[in-house]
């Protein structure tokens, strides 16, 4: 059966799992300003992961409370706030959709970092644990609701192994002739590159299962590295401000080569700088997020999924292009991951182009953006902190340790 909206002009009840942090929270108030009646759910667990690191947002960013009742004030827009954890309060979670109702539920709330996640057993542990509970509690609750939902999943390019079949990277499904001659299609093969990239590709196989179980329609947007920091509407307050990561966990390499330029530090280029890997604005995350909404798979299909990406790039011409306008030089480290020193990346992203998406690519107005940010609240960063701080393994810690 169709989702019951009990709202007036295509406008939709949306949870958005995650929506305090870098990508949730512009994506939240984008929906909310598109009329849409969004609730956030977030058990905090990013700020708290900052208190662990003894790090913190190089932009002040106000509480979740503060957030929406600036929101408020500004639009006269409502946006509400659960504080749950996903994976832990089955319970709660499973009331909450039984009392909203939602059309769309948008999952951002997973742990994100890939070097956090290789960081120790603690953080091995915690990021599968976090991740493939938080989106099986999703999938079972909105069953037991019976609520048809549609779950909008931020997942990753790193599910397809950056490049590995040699030829341009399809939107999650390939075409096969099985063992016996039967043609097939099946999910493209995973080859994730840390433990966090891996909980993408189990959550990927949840997807599948319930669809076909239970005809849950999800659609899995595989994104490429979110760069930038605010949007128009996240820029219209200081209490809107977006976070902005720049330590060796969290922070994503572009945002942090411009945050390393504004700090006048050479930028810190892992390996050769061979690395080819796919990119898309802060801003073009909120509107293909609203292009997912906007169209659903039909009950009983296969997971949709989307490659959400605008451009692909390789590390170091990234560092090239921002040392030529800014004249930071690049500094080539020991690379702390096990990763291909060199791939070549070809991705489709022509579902979302039929659908109307434009992508923005990487621009000097918008590396503008994040200095003006970076160089505004330079003085918050704290420098022992821009170096990477979590090894792959034992032996690539011990070439950085003897890179030093
Ligand atoms: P983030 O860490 O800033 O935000 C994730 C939010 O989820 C945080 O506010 C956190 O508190 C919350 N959360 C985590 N576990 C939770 C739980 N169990 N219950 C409730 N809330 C929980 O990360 P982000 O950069 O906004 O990424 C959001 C999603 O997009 C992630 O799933 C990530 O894998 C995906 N993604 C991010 C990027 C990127 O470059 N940032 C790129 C591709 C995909
Ligand atoms: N890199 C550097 N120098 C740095 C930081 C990174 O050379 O200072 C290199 C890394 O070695 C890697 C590449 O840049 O080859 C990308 O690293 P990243 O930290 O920017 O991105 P990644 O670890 O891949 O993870 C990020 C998000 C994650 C998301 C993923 C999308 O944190 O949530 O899933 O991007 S993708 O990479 O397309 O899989």
């Not at 009742?69 to 499973?94: H, P, Q």
């Not at 989106?135 to 590995?164: F, R, S």
């Not at 997971?303 to 692909?312: G, M, S, W």
Request: glycine share 8%; proline share 5%.
């Amino acid at each position: 059966a169709a989702p019951v909206s009990m709202m007036a002009g295509g406008a939709k009840k949306i949870l958005v799992l995650g929506g305090d942090g870098f990508c949730g929270w512009p994506t939240a108030v984008h929906l909310s300003d598109k009329g849409h009646a969004v609730t956030i759910v977030d058990n905090l667990s990013r700020r708290d992961i900052d208190t662990e690191l003894g790090c913190d947002s190089l932009t002040p960013i106000a509480h979740p409370e503060v957030r929406i009742a600036a929101w408020k004030e500004l639009t006269g827009k409502t946006i509400d706030f659960v504080n749950l954890d996903v994976a832990k309060e089955y319970d709660r979670l499973e009331s909450l959709i039984k009392d909203k109702r939602p059309d769309s539920i948008v999952h951002f709330a997973e742990q994100r970092a890939a070097p956090y996640s290789q960081k120790g057993t603690k953080q091995k542990r915690y990021t599968v644990d976090n991740n493939v509970c938080g989106t099986h509690n999703l999938l079972t609750a909105v069953v037991e609701a019976d609520c048809c939902a549609h779950i909008v999943h931020l997942g990753t390019m790193g599910v397809y192994g950056y490049g590995t079949s040699g030829g341009e990277i399809p939107e999650g499904y390939i075409d096969v002739v099985l063992p016996g001659g039967r043609d097939s299609r099946i999910l493209h093969p995973a080859y994730p590159g840390s433990v966090y990239h891996t909980t993408k590709c189990l959550d990927a196989l949840l997807f599948q299962f319930y669809a076909k179980n239970d005809g849950v329609r999800v659609t899995d947007l595989h994104q490429g590295i979110v760069w930038g920091t605010n949007t128009d509407l996240t820029s219209m307050d200081p209490r809107l401000t977006n976070r902005f990561d720049y330590d060796g966990d969290y922070g994503t390499v572009l945002n942090r080569f411009l945050m390393q330029a504004a700090l006048n530090v050479p930028m810190t280029v892992y390996g050769t700088g061979g690395q080819t890997r796919a990119f898309i604005h802060i801003s073009d995350t909120c509107k293909c997020i609203e292009i997912a909404i906007n169209n659903p798979p039909a009950e009983g299909a296969q997971p949709e999924i989307f490659n959400q990406v605008a451009e692909t790039r390789r590390v170091r011409d990234i560092a090239e292009l921002i040392s030529k306008n800014t004249g930071v030089e690049a500094r080539f480290l020991a690379n702390p991951r096990q990763e291909a020193a060199e791939n070549e990346l070809d991705v489709s992203n022509r579902k979302f182009r039929a659908l109307g998406f434009e992508p923005t690519k990487l621009n000097d107005a918008l590396f503008e953006e994040v200095q003006d940010v970076t160089q505004k609240y330079k003085d918050r960063c704290i420098p022992t902190k821009i170096l990477p701080a979590s090894f792959w393994n034992k032996k690539r810690a011990q070439e950085v340790a003897a890179d030093k």
